[in-house]
Nanobody
Framework: QVQLVESGGGSVKAGGSLRLSCAFS????????MGWFRQAPGQEREFVAV????????LYADSVKGRFAISRDNSKNTMYLEMNSLKPEDTAVYYC??????????????????WGQGTQVIVSS
């Protein structure tokens, strides 16, 4: 069992920045891949970024490359998503998720085993 808690969402103007955090507990974290997903009203849940806890490999959606950065702090059992140059189309509920393997990095929500409750991000023009 893994428990995930997101924080750091809020409202920001276009071009601004936010940093989301995901604190987790419940198992040996070196076994996990940890990812961020987002879902806008009326839309499917979409992949944002993922990181392997063991070796730090990362994968990003094309829509956020160069603007967002995923990272981890092993001592705090926390994952971060630094979001820069935010656009109105980034508005969504952002979810932290965990997958029980680090060997491959997946973009598919159905392959993740644990989910947080989500945190709202609103970007205004």
């Amino acid at each position: 069992q893994v428990q995930l808690v997101e924080s750091g969402g809020g409202s920001v103007k276009a071009g601004g920045s936010l940093r989301l955090s995901c604190a987790f507990s419940g198992r040996t974290f070196s076994d996990l891949a940890m990812g961020w997903f987002r879902q806008a009203p009326g839309q499917e849940r979409e992949f944002v970024a993922v990181i392997s806890w063991r070796d730090g490999r990362t994968l990003y959606a094309d829509s956020v490359k160069g603007r967002f950065a995923i990272s981890r702090d092993n001592s705090k059992n926390t994952m971060y998503l630094e979001m820069n140059s935010l656009k109105p189309e980034d508005t969504a509920v952002y979810y932290c998720a965990a997958r029980r393997t680090w060997v491959t990095l997946s973009m598919l929500p159905a392959q993740y085993n644990y989910w947080g409750q989500g945190t709202q991000v609103i970007v205004s023009s």
